[in-house]
Nanobody, 121 residues
Framework: QVQLVESGGGLVQPGGSLRLSCAAS????????MGWYRQAPGKQRELVAG???????NYADSVKGRFTISRDNVKDTVYLQMDSLKPEDTAVYYC???????????????WGQGTQVTVSP
């Protein structure tokens, strides 16, 4: 069984910062790409940022220059540093990772439970 557990969401004022964390645990053989998605009310889930196991990153245009994704391959954890937050960043943020588990030895996407980020005065 593989789990992704997110933390770090909350309420912040516009212009503020938050740091999200997502730790993978369980019967893991290997982790490949990791990333953060978000879903605002009434909207589709969208990719915010992704990072390969080699450290290459990509970002949605709406967050470039404000958000930074990073990962710790020893701790099997991915982070999202969010600066200069705007009200339109309000959403549930989900962690995603492509993982081969020791149970199946199949590469599959896994999702966290989501963490709420609210940007409001």
């Amino acid at each position: 069984q593989v789990q992704l557990v997110e933390s770090g969401g909350g309420l912040v004022q516009p212009g503020g910062s938050l740091r999200l964390s997502c730790a993978a645990s369980g019967s893991i053989f290997r982790i490949y790409d990791m990333g953060w998605y978000r879903q605002a009310p009434g909207k589709q889930r969208e990719l915010v940022a992704g990072i390969t196991n080699g450290g290459a990153t990509n970002y949605a245009d709406s967050v470039k220059g404000r958000f930074t994704i990073s990962r710790d391959n020893v701790k099997d954890t991915v982070y999202l540093q969010m600066d200069s937050l705007k009200p339109e960043d309000t959403a549930v943020y989900y962690c995603n990772a492509d993982i081969i588990s020791r149970a199946t030895f199949l590469r599959r996407p896994h999702w966290g439970q989501g963490t709420q980020v609210t940007v409001s005065p």
